[in-house]
T-cell receptor
Framework: QQQVKQSPQSLIVQKGGISIINCAYENTAFDYFPWYQQFPGKGPALLIAIRPDVSEKKEGRFTISFNKSAKQFSLHIMDSQPGDSATYFCAAVIIQGAQKLVFGQGTRLTINP | DAGVIQSPRHEVTEMGQEVTLRCKPISGHNSLFWYRQTMMRGLELLIYFNNNVPIDDSGMPEDRFSAKMPNASFSTLKIQPSEPRDSAVYFC?????????????FGQGTRLTVV
């Protein structure tokens, strides 16, 4: 019940295209859903996050869509650029709990020029 | 602030040797996490501390692994004895740990190779 399932494992998108990464969770107690971006040789860094009381959050070319009833959320990268090539992790946390981040398995995104 | 600082960045050791990984969290952060990253298993939470106290160590693989946080500015992860299957990148992360301010800041990681 603590798992967050992420797909696909890897994704190749042409420059200018839309990259979509999906995640699903079971524990309805999760109430904060961040996405982390990791470049080779670096630690993950927070990209964007959403609370389940909104269905969408947009920051620049990055958008999180959230479906509370389906217990699913996704990251959309519009106009994908080669610099977006990285590994993306979705995560979930219970804010008022011990704040233990549970990560998905990660998606390795490659944007072809 | 320099961010979360981990040392060493790379460690190569022989099977059976003791390995100690070090972490200095961001000043003022209440929560500290140790993660292990491998291609097969992704990011696994090993243990996390809140206010220097271990809260959940259920992710620690076995008794060969131990972690300490003697004060708010330092933590260690020790593997004794090390085995080749421990080879991975180990990340330390810290978080303010207050309400919505849950962003975890990761260090650069320690790449451990056990031969």
């Amino acid at each position: 019940q603590q798992q967050v399932k992420q797909s696909p494992q890897s994704l190749i998108v042409q420059k200018g295209g839309i990259s979509i990464i999906n995640c699903a969770y079971e524990n309805t107690a999760f109430d904060y859903f961040p996405w982390y971006q990791q470049f080779p040789g670096k630690g993950p860094a927070l990209l964007i996050a959403i609370r389940p009381d909104v269905s969408e959050k947009k920051e620049g070319r990055f958008t999180i869509s959230f479906n509370k009833s389906a217990k699913q959320f996704s990251l959309h990268i519009m106009d994908s650029q080669p610099g977006d090539s990285a590994t993306y992790f979705c995560a979930a946390v219970i804010i008022q709990g011990a704040q233990k981040l549970v990560f998905g398995q990660g998606t390795r995104l490659t944007i072809n020029p | 602030d320099a961010g979360v600082i981990q040392s060493p960045r790379h460690e190569v050791t022989e099977m059976g040797q003791e390995v100690t990984l070090r972490c200095k969290p961001i000043s003022g952060h209440n929560s500290l996490f140790w993660y292990r990253q491998t291609m097969m298993r992704g990011l696994e939470l090993l243990i996390y501390f809140n206010n220097n106290v271990p809260i959940d160590d259920s992710g620690m693989p076995e008794d060969r692994f131990s972690a300490k946080m003697p004060n708010a500015s330092f933590s260690t992860l020790k593997i004794q004895p090390s085995e080749p299957r421990d080879s991975a990148v180990y990340f330390c992360a810290s978080s303010p740990g207050r309400g919505l301010n849950t962003e975890a800041f990761f260090g650069q990681g320690t790449r451990l190779t056990v031969v």
